[in-house]
Structures are given as C-alpha cells and as structure tokens.
C-alpha cells in the first residue's frame, strides 16, 4: 500500500500551499480573486452521466468550468479506475485526485506521469468469506473481483462498463484465492427486493458493502468507503471540511454525502439517500449536478 506524503500534495511545481489561505493551490489554475477553494467530490453514474453513461453538455460545460475555477474537483465513484479515467477526460481535469472502486483506490492525476496518473492508495482484502457466504445465498448469480493489480476476474463471462477493462473468466474457487480491492455481485435472477434479503441473510462481517438500485452488490475492505479515501485526501490537500461539496445517487453515496459540509443528493435518489444529505438537486436528467457545480463559480 502506498501512503500520500506531503511531497505528492503541496510543494510541487504543479501545486503550492498558501497557509494564509488554507488552500491548495495550482499555479496554472489558480481560483479566481480570493475566493476559498472547494472540494467538490463527484459521483459519476446517476450524477454526471445518466444510466445510459451519457453525460449533457450542460454538465460537462459546468463540471469544466469549475474545475477551470480552480476548485479540487475529485471523481469519487465505485467504477474501477479504468472506467473513471474517460471521465476524467471528459471534464477536463488533468491535474489533481480520483477516487475508484468506492474508495479502494485512490490516483494522482499528473500530465507529466507516463500513463496521466499514478496509483497512491490501493485498499485489499481477503474476499474468501464473503464469497462463500454470498454463493450459499445467491448461488446462480454471478461474481467478479478486482485484484490487486487492477485486473478483473469473473464467473460466467460477468462484464460490465464499470470494470473499465475485459474481465478474465474464471471458475468460482479461483476467486476465493485472491487479494481483492472490490468484489461485485449481480443476480439476474432476482428481483431487487429478494437480492436485498439475500444480502442481509448473509451477515457478511469484515466488509464494507452497498446495494444498487437493482440486483447490484459491491464490496470494500471493512472501513473503506468513498468518504474515507475523500479525508485522506481532505486533509493532505489542506481543504477546510467547510469547504466540503459532494454529490451523488446511490446507497454507495451515503457516506460521502454525510461527510461533505454540503452534501447533495440527486433529485432521483432514494429516501436514504436524499435523508443523508443537505439539500437536493434536480435528478440527473435534469442536469441536477449542473446546477450544484454552477452554485459554485
């Protein structure tokens, strides 16, 4: 596991910290006047893109914008880094920090790197327990892990676009063998309500985990969460926890949304998630995030 150190943050040519500020500044993108500097973490699928992955020009414009102004802008989403890069793209944030796999990993963007970033956090854990509980329960539903070194292996050629990579068809005890960074379950099976039970039937211990809007499962280390790998990098980027902005949808968004000063749910969020957040903003079809990203500049 790689540790953020004060050099990777503040000091750099690309970054400096004002201590009368209390900001993190970059010297190309600097924010405008005096105004204080944000961070603004943003949820991807059901906030900046809609179900389908499209993402309104309005959105992008504004996303853009505030990253212009200077703002922290870090994706925080439970797609796997693969599949958050085009994002990042998207927005056109070339500089800063992403959080994947709901808080499993966390990169440093760098033009200057070879690749554009570099992987500084990866959360493991030992799947084994979950997995076998979970097959017990769901046993016709399919599984996928994502491994330490970034790759995904999955039963029943399970694939999907938040894997951001082909996933390697495995047998299930193949999985039980591996360090994973996160572990989804997808029943095609069940209805919503039925995979819900199933999942609380299943104790699951040692884990942290959330349950999509359909018969989605995703699965952290124990303690890991969006919110957390945030804090790292709240704390390392000297942000005030005032200062704080987050938006999402999803049950995975909870945490997040409790621990931004201002958090804001998407007008199509659940009751749960509407209940953990501040304020609410229209549904992502409404270009929802648009207008919080607006509020701003």
Known sequence: MTILTPSMVSGTDDQRYD????????????????????????????????????????????????????????????RSLGALLPVVKQIGLQRGFGVASNGGVTVRL?????WGYEVIERETFDPRLALT?????????????????????????????????????????????????????????????????AIAECGLQGVTYSVGWTAWLDIAAAGVSKATALEKLRSRLGVQQSHTVAVGDGNNDIEMLTWAARGVAMGQ??????AAANETTASVYDDGAAHVLRSLL
Do not use: C, W
Request: aromatic residues 4%; negative net charge.
């Open 110 to 114: 760098d033009p200057s790197l070879e």
């Open 269 to 274: 969020a659940n009751e749960a998630v509407r």
């Open 19 to 78: 201590e009368s500020t209390n900001i993190t500044k970059s010297n190309d993108n600097a924010p405008a006047g005096n105004l204080p500097a944000h961070l603004v973490a943003l949820d991807v699928d059901g906030t900046l893109v809609d179900h389908d992955g499209m993402m309104s020009d309005a959105v992008r414009a504004a996303a853009r914008e505030t990253v212009a102004a200077g703002h922290q802008v870090i994706i925080a989403t439970g």
């Open 133 to 197: 509980a979970l097959r017990e329960r769901l046993p016709g539903a399919r599984y996928a892990v994502e491994d330490v070194h970034g790759n995904f292996l999955a039963t029943e050629r399970f694939q999907d676009r938040s894997f951001g990579i082909e996933a390697r068809g495995v047998d299930f005890q193949h999985l039980l063998g591996l360090e994973a960074v996160r572990v989804v379950v997808n029943s095609t099976d069940s209805s919503t309500a039925e995979f819900a039970a």
